[in-house]
């Protein structure tokens, strides 16, 4: 069986073909539109998908060497996400499914995460512990085995990512801020200043950044324009060890309680080099290992939809034809 995957939840607009073994395609457009807005506006967005995502598909069929009809099922992202984004995926997969009288399946992007580390990894067995760290997401997952999944932990407030693109915002770096904070910190030193580390209540696998985002804001205008400029390698490394600390710290003690020897990364922040190695560092102390898909599977992806959805269509789940978009979908 070969499905076709459409992901369109954000600022992504992809496509990818998958027969069960192994990718054929994954197309994926990044809309660069939302850099000088300095984040994602969700009108534009959508407007951005209605245009690309037909290209998007035939580029993924032509790369795949395989013709429309060949396709037996498709898989879509119907949450969480911009519902305008979502809106355009979800109805060109069911105009598709419709037309071509093949079963649609709509995929939960969180769970089409945890699905791109059996892309890069197709061994992979749960249980597992799975750390999805995006701009618009931060979860712990306990992956108790593929279907059934236990939310450990969230953030309270803003996703890792997110925090990433409101310091390098202030610091006046560039979006998304991920990438350029992650260069910055490779030439600074992490101790130059220790911004606040939330562990919150005993116990708790939650997330809080906005704390270490306010401290950032806080010291760059108590050092002023000048010191800031001087020390942004400082401020960007000192920042990434903050974040890198909580993530590393909450998702080892996760493995460690639930007595799993397994971690997988995903999302963009995943993409981190220092945090893989920072985890693979801890992990290794306590016989865990650590797995990161490679950066085009842990950012967004048609890939891990169509990888989800495959599993879904080849059990016999389908979506009903009037499946809306769930912006706020949740495991
Ligand atoms: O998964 P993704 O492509 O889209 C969603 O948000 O769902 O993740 C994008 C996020 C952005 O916030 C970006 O700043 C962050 O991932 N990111 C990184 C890195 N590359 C991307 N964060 C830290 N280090 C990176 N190298
Ligand atoms: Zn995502």
Redesign the pocket.
């Known amino acids: 069986m070969i499905v076709l995957g459409i992901e369109t939840?954000?600022?992504?607009t992809s496509a990818a073909l998958f027969d069960g073994n192994s990718l054929l395609s994954n197309i994926i457009s990044?809309q660069l539109i939302h850099q000088r807005f300095g984040g994602v506006v969700p009108e534009l967005a959508s407007r951005s998908h209605i245009q690309l995502v037909f290209p998007v598909v035939r580029e993924a069929l032509d790369q795949a060497g395989i013709l429309q009809n060949n396709i037996e099922g498709i898989a879509v992202t119907y949450g969480p996400?911009l519902v305008g984004s979502l809106l355009v995926g979800l109805s060109v997969a069911k105009g598709m499914a419709l037309s071509m009288g093949i079963p649609f399946i709509g995929v939960n992007?969180l769970e089409g995460?945890l699905w791109a580390n059996r892309l890069a990894y197709p061994d992979i067995t749960p249980p597992f512990v799975a750390l999805i760290?995006?701009?618009?997401?931060t979860q712990l997952v306990f992956v108790e085995k593929w279907g059934l999944y236990r939310v450990l932990g969230r953030t309270r407030d803003d996703?890792?990512?997110?925090?990433?693109?409101k310091v390098?915002k202030l610091l006046n770096i560039g979006?998304?801020?991920?990438?350029p904070?992650?260069?910055l910190a490779q030439k600074g030193n992490p101790e130059y200043i220790h911004f606040p580390r939330a562990f919150l209540e005993e116990n708790s696998l939650d997330f809080s950044f906005s704390g270490v985002k306010t401290a950032v804001l806080n010291h760059v205008k108590s050092i002023g324009p000048e010191e800031t400029e001087k020390h942004l390698a400082d401020i960007a490394a000192s920042f990434?060890k903050a974040?890198i600390d909580v993530l590393v710290e909450k998702t080892i003690t996760a493995a460690r309680e639930l007595g799993v020897y397994s971690i997988c990364l995903?999302?963009?922040?995943?993409?981190?080099?220092?945090?893989q190695e920072n985890m693979k560092q801890k992990g290794s102390r306590e016989n865990i290992k650590i797995y990161c898909p490679p950066?085009q599977l842990?950012?967004?992806n048609g890939g891990m939809i169509a990888a989800a959805g495959y599993y879904y269509l080849h059990n016999g789940v389908t979506s009903p034809l009037n499946l809306s978009p769930a912006p706020s979908l949740n495991f």
């Open positions: 939840s954000c600022d992504d990044t996400g992007h995460h760290a995006s701009g618009g997401h996703a890792a990512g997110e925090a990433f693109d390098a979006y998304p801020g991920g990438p904070i992650e260069k990434q974040v995903s999302g963009g922040v995943a993409v981190n080099k220092a945090l950066p842990c950012t967004d």
